[in-house]
């Protein structure tokens, strides 16, 4: 389970040639699937988001509801605030920063 693993790992290191690493380093979180109850791991739904955001265009821009939407009809079933908590990890702007700055770019584009 999760918590046993948490648990055991808590304040274990792995000291190697490259540096001192926490055993916890070497685990990724997973986020249980819609359908089947299987998980995701965090990097993938990361990777999925921004997939998602890369397509976005001036009109057509999502915000985190509508990732969220979106992710749940791939079968990934992902809090908003984990959605908005990723991105920003990822150093991706809100929605509407977002969508300024294409707007911007299309009207410098055209000019």
Not at 20 to 46: M, Q
Not at 48 to 74: G, H, P, Y
Request: glycine share 4%.
């Amino acid at each position: 389970h999760e918590s046993t693993v948490s648990r055991v790992t808590s304040n274990k290191y792995l000291a190697c040639t490259r540096g001192i690493f926490e055993l916890k380093y070497f685990f990724t979180s997973a986020i249980a699937n819609a359908d089947d109850g299987e998980a995701h791991s965090s990097e993938a739904v990361r990777f999925r988001i921004k997939q998602l955001i890369d397509a976005e265009t001036a009109c057509s821009i999502l915000s985190d509801d509508k990732i969220v939407e979106r992710l749940k009809t791939d079968g990934i079933d992902i809090a908003r605030r984990t959605v908005a908590k990723y991105r920003e990890a990822m150093r991706i702007p809100s929605s509407v920063q977002r969508r300024r700055d294409k707007e911007m770019y299309e009207r410098l584009g055209r000019v």
